[in-house]
């Protein structure tokens, strides 16, 4: 039998993919009524126009208005 070449795996990655940047585009912010797409920042993804984030747990990306947070605007 010859020998069977061992598997690469692929855990070797350093970075960690938050989210498929596919899904990304098919979101939309659920507070906005023009449903404007999500940015996703580091391990959010934020609304550009209520400057609404809503967060990402276990690689679901949690699109509630009331479990998002608006930053406070820098004065
Ligand atoms: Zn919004």
Known sequence: MMATEPFTETGGRSSVMVL???LVEILA???CDDRPP???VA???VCDQCRRVYTIRDGIPILLPEEAFIPEAEA
Do not use: I, N, Q, Y
């Open 38 to 40: 999500l940015r996703l």
């Open 20 to 22: 498929d940047p596919k």
């Open 29 to 31: 912010c659920p507070a």
């Open 43 to 45: 391990e959010t993804l």
